[in-house]
């Protein structure tokens, strides 16, 4: 059985064809509005309503009964066997020519007339056709480097690499500003599903499986055009390696305003001023600096790179994120969850660095910015690197999506010739293809794999007295403007070693409606029964982990709809509860979630893949 039963079905005909100009059969039975079908016929210029797209003429038929439109493909489906369709008939997500079909930024600039940053982030074009990516044959492979241990020369080599770059006319592909405005372009509504049949949805690479690929490929041809600008066909990314005591501070070379008098090329002035200077990130940054001494900091850190990775990444879409195929709306979307490391780590260091003085949170605070500040790199070749050690685990569960929808997902990038190439997702799961790694410490065991939270003294627990009511007693939605407690039942209870491999327990948060020009988070404690006078933090065996989301739309009251995934099995093992009937949930607000809703809070067994 698939992990991804826990979330709306998405499904595919196999005798459709999948090319990235494939025609999109989709129904979304999260809509009650009528849905689109495209297929290969002659425009119909009669309404233009009607999609037609570029590359291939198609005729798209609006607001078709979905029930009228399954009659009439072919007694495939029938009125009376509805209940037993597939929920969609989807299409992987493909971009544009990026060059002939893009438009200004807009989603995720709350404040677009006091945005610090252009929002024009279409890339450049140099009248070039699309080409099929080819792996690389280099002799040697780049090996990626910790950016607090790195050589004088390695360092030297970054730094005049970056100001290569810089110095690059900006309406050159590989500019400074035009490398970060790829990020801006496809996470701020750049681009569009024009090229799978929808040219009025924007794409939107996060919150989903397509977290993870789309950001490998970015840092591909980062690399690889920083390698040329200096004639170094070895050269290779530094990391920051947040994941271990010494790389928790922000590197030191990212630091001072000047080298040697001259402007240092991996400065940037939207920045906290606050967390720069021999500071430790946090990372389950909630937008306040917590009051708890360094130690305490680092082995929080570490207890969240174990959640991230371990804990609460035990499935494929509890790690990569929920389905995205083309046809869903990012912002009407029904509820695909964020993967575990996007939505902790990951998002905790963009607000952490990003200026929240400014308007919009820039730099790294806002997806539209982020790309123009040096340590956004970094900070997501660590990201990457994570999933790398969450293969490298080789735990149950632990194994990359294996559906053609994401398999064929692809984007389109400027390679380090200037070219245009086409990479899919399926190209991005071998790193020895790619060529190139990750310098590790082999001789010592991560520190964060040593950091599952303690288990819990049961002298310091209690029985609860206090009435929660269960969540069959509760009418949901529920507003998030203050802590909500409640009681939910559980699938099955002291399950034995050999069940607990077969399945994952996972606390599913369903229907998460917030305002996503803000930025917002809550945090996720389980059975938490401290006697008075010990209080729960994010360290504590009880804390499931958090769901936080940095801005996605420009509008105000402009509500996106996602959910969230927390793996139970350890946790209830921790907390001395797993043979409870019944789990309390407790949901602690802590930024932007005075409009947040909450849809459903349940709980189920999720079957994991052999590795």
């Given at each position: 059985m698939s992990s991804s039963s826990l979330l709306p079905l998405t499904s595919s005909f196999t005798s459709l064809p999948s090319t990235n100009t494939h025609r999109a059969i989709k129904t979304r039975t999260n809509q009650t509005q009528g849905f689109r079908v495209s297929c290969n016929h002659a425009?119909?210029?009669?309404?233009?309503?009607?999609?037609?797209?570029?590359?291939?003429?198609?005729?798209?038929?609006?607001?078709?009964?979905?029930?009228?439109?399954?009659?009439?493909?072919?007694?495939?489906?029938?009125?009376?066997?509805?209940?037993?369709?597939?929920?969609?008939?989807?299409?992987?997500?493909?971009?544009?020519?990026?060059?002939?079909?893009?438009?200004?930024a807009s989603a995720g600039i709350r404040n677009k007339d006091q945005a610090v940053r252009t929002l024009k982030c279409c890339p450049p074009s140099l009248g070039k056709p699309i080409k099929d990516f080819v792996f690389p044959t280099d002799k040697k492979v780049r090996m990626r480097w910790p950016a607090q241990a790195g050589t004088k020369e390695q360092v030297d080599k970054y730094r005049a690499a970056i100001q290569a770059m810089r110095d690059l006319p900006e309406d050159h592909p590989h500019s400074f500003v035009n490398q970060a405005k790829i990020h801006c372009a496809y996470c701020n509504g750049g681009y569009t599903q024009v090229d799978s049949g929808f040219p009025d949805i924007d794409i939107q690479i996060h919150n989903s499986w397509l977290f993870f690929p789309f950001h490998r490929w970015y840092l591909y041809f980062y690399e690889r055009i920083l390698g040329k600008l200096i004639k170094d066909p070895d050269f290779a990314l530094p990391f920051w390696k947040w994941d271990e005591p010494a790389g928790m501070p922000i590197p030191e070379m990212f630091v001072p305003e000047t080298i040697d008098g001259k402007p240092n090329s991996l400065y940037d002035v939207y920045r906290n001023a606050d967390h720069i200077k021999d500071r430790i990130v946090d990372l389950d940054y909630d937008g306040k600096d917590k009051d708890i001494p360094d130690k305490q900091q680092v082995l929080c850190n570490l207890s969240t790179v174990y959640r991230d990775l371990v804990r609460n990444g035990g499935d494929t879409l509890s790690f990569f994120g929920g389905v995205y195929v083309a046809g869903d709306d990012p912002v009407g979307n029904g509820d695909p969850s964020v993967g575990s490391v996007e939505a902790g780590s990951h998002t905790a260091v963009h607000r952490w660095v990003g200026d929240s003085k400014q308007p919009n949170g820039e730099d790294m605070g806002n997806f539209y910015s982020a790309g123009y500040d040096p340590a956004f790199y970094i900070h997501h070749t660590n990201v990457d690197r994570m999933w790398k050690l969450w293969k490298d685990l080789r735990l149950p569960g632990h194994v990359d999506p294996?559906?053609?929808?994401?398999?064929?997902?692809?984007?389109?990038?400027?390679?380090?010739?200037?070219?245009?190439?086409?990479?899919?997702?399926?190209?991005s799961v071998s790193l020895d293809k790619l060529k190139y790694n990750y310098i590790e410490n082999s001789k010592e065991v991560f520190p964060w794999r040593k950091s599952r939270p303690a288990k819990r003294n049961k002298n310091l627990q209690t029985a609860t007295t206090t009435e929660v009511k269960k969540v069959d007693q509760i009418k949901f939605p529920v507003k998030l403007d203050k802590i909500l407690k409640v009681s939910v039942k559980r699938p099955a209870v002291n399950r034995s070693d050999e069940e607990k491999a077969k399945a994952n327990e996972?606390?599913?948060?369903?229907?998460?409606?917030?305002?996503?020009?803000?930025?917002?988070?809550?945090?996720?404690?389980?059975?938490?029964?401290?006697?008075?006078?010990?209080?729960?933090?994010?360290?504590?065996?009880?804390y499931a982990g958090g769901?936080?989301?940095?801005?996605?739309?420009?509008?105000?009251?402009?509500?996106?709809?996602?959910?969230?995934?927390?793996?139970l099995t350890e946790l209830l093992e921790d907390t001395n509860t797993d043979g409870d009937e019944y789990?309390?949930?407790?949901?602690?607000?802590?930024?932007?979630?005075?409009?947040?809703?909450?849809?459903?809070?349940?709980?189920?067994?999720?079957p994991v893949a052999a590795v």
């Open positions: 425009p119909d210029n009669q309404n233009d309503k009607k999609l037609i797209l570029p590359e291939a003429h198609k005729l798209v038929l609006p607001n078709v009964d979905r029930r009228n439109l399954l009659v009439g493909l072919g007694g495939l489906y029938t009125a009376t066997n509805l209940t037993s369709m597939p929920s969609a008939l989807a299409a992987p997500i493909t971009a544009p020519d990026i060059t002939s079909i893009c438009k200004d294996t559906e053609k929808d994401w398999l064929d997902a692809s984007y389109v990038f400027y390679d380090e010739n200037e070219d245009l190439v086409r990479v899919y997702n399926r190209d996972v606390l599913v948060i369903k229907g998460i409606r917030y305002d996503s020009g803000k930025f917002v988070k809550f945090d996720v404690f389980v059975n938490d029964k401290l006697k008075d006078g010990v209080f729960t933090t994010p360290c504590d065996p009880e769901f936080a989301q940095i801005p996605h739309s420009g509008m105000k009251n402009m509500f996106m709809g996602s959910s969230a995934r927390f793996g789990a309390t949930v407790t949901l602690v607000p802590r930024t932007g979630c005075e409009d947040l809703t909450v849809g459903k809070i349940e709980i189920a067994l999720v």
